[in-house]
């Protein structure tokens, strides 16, 4: 059983910078694509960036170049390195693992959500 643990959210003034953790701490292997959705009030839930086991990183475009996804396998840690951070960035971030399953499908899990908040 994944069991996603996210923490270092908070509150941060414009043009500052966090870092989100997310460890599984269910101990479990094999854990294909892990990655971070935000959502603000109002707006649909939105892919930040990802990262797969192979090393592939994706990030949206609304934060390329500000934000960066790095991860640990052997701790089945995911990290968001969030700079230059802007009012829009404001939102709830969610990390999500997808594991592989027996029928070749996958099994996402997510995380418990984190805080960001960006004053002007």
């Known amino acids: 059983q994944v069991q996603l643990v996210e923490s270092g959210g908070g509150l941060v003034q414009d043009g500052g910078s966090l870092r989100l953790s997310c460890a599984d701490s269910?101990?479990?292997?094999?854990?294909?694509?892990m990655g971070w959705y935000r959502q603000s009030p109002g707006k649909q839930r939105e892919l930040v960036a990802s990262?797969?086991?192979?090393?592939?990183?994706n990030t949206a475009e609304s934060v390329k170049g500000r934000f960066t996804i790095s991860r640990d396998n052997v701790k089945n840690t995911v990290y968001l390195q969030m700079n230059n951070l802007k009012p829009e960035d404001t939102a709830v971030y969610y990390c999500?693992?997808?594991?592989?399953?027996?029928?070749?499908?996958?099994?996402?899990?997510w995380g418990q959500g984190t805080q960001v908040t960006v004053s002007s």
């Open positions: 999500y693992a997808d594991v592989p399953r027996a029928d070749l499908r996958f099994e996402r899990y």
């Open positions: 990262s797969d086991n192979g090393g592939n990183t």
């Open positions: 269910g101990s479990i292997s094999g854990i294909n694509v």
